[in-house]
């Protein structure tokens, strides 16, 4: 595989990967750089293509883990900057929408990074809990287990957020 296939084929992954795992909007194409480049150097050591994606998920985490633990960035809130609406919507619409991403983003960043991990790799990026569970390295019961409790914290985190809204 090139790199430019390597790049065209997992910067989406890789992207939304370091989002979930809590990298500041502003920083995502600078520490996806970050990734690319420990994929370049380390490309050879791979046994086969079918783990590259648990490979590559697996650099994610850890480079995500460094940026958290950096000091500047410890109490930031991440803000995602929401794309562009294709219906006509209000403002205040709008402004609701982003708010609502915005919040659901926080909470799934508050979930403990093996429930956080199954719940956004196979409810946000759609893949087969069997293959959810090669990339956390676990069974698939206990990956199903997780992603039950992921669920059951972000519905409690929600009711609460509603709760005190009133």
Request: glycine fraction near 2%; hydrophobic fraction near 40%.
């Amino acid at each position: 595989m090139t790199p430019r296939e390597l790049f065209d084929g997992y910067a989406p992954f890789i992207w939304r990967t370091l989002k979930y795992q809590g990298v500041a909007e502003r920083d995502l194409d600078d520490i996806t750089q970050e990734v690319f480049l420990i994929i370049f150097r380390k490309v050879d050591e791979l046994d086969s293509p079918p783990s590259m994606r648990p490979w590559i998920y697996g650099i994610c985490v850890r480079v995500a883990s460094d940026y958290r633990k950096r000091a500047r960035h410890r109490h930031e809130v991440l803000v995602s900057d929401a794309p562009e609406s294709t219906t006509e919507a209000t403002p205040s619409s709008e402004a609701e929408r982003v708010a609502a991403k915005r919040q659901l983003t926080e909470m799934i960043q508050r979930l403990d990074e093996d429930k956080r991990a199954v719940l956004v790799l196979h409810e946000i990026e759609n893949i087969p809990m069997n293959e959810v569970a090669l990339i956390v390295d676990c069974p698939v019961k206990t990956a199903y287990s997780r992603l039950a409790a992921a669920r059951k914290h972000l519905t409690t985190m929600l009711s609460k957020a509603n709760r005190s809204e009133k």
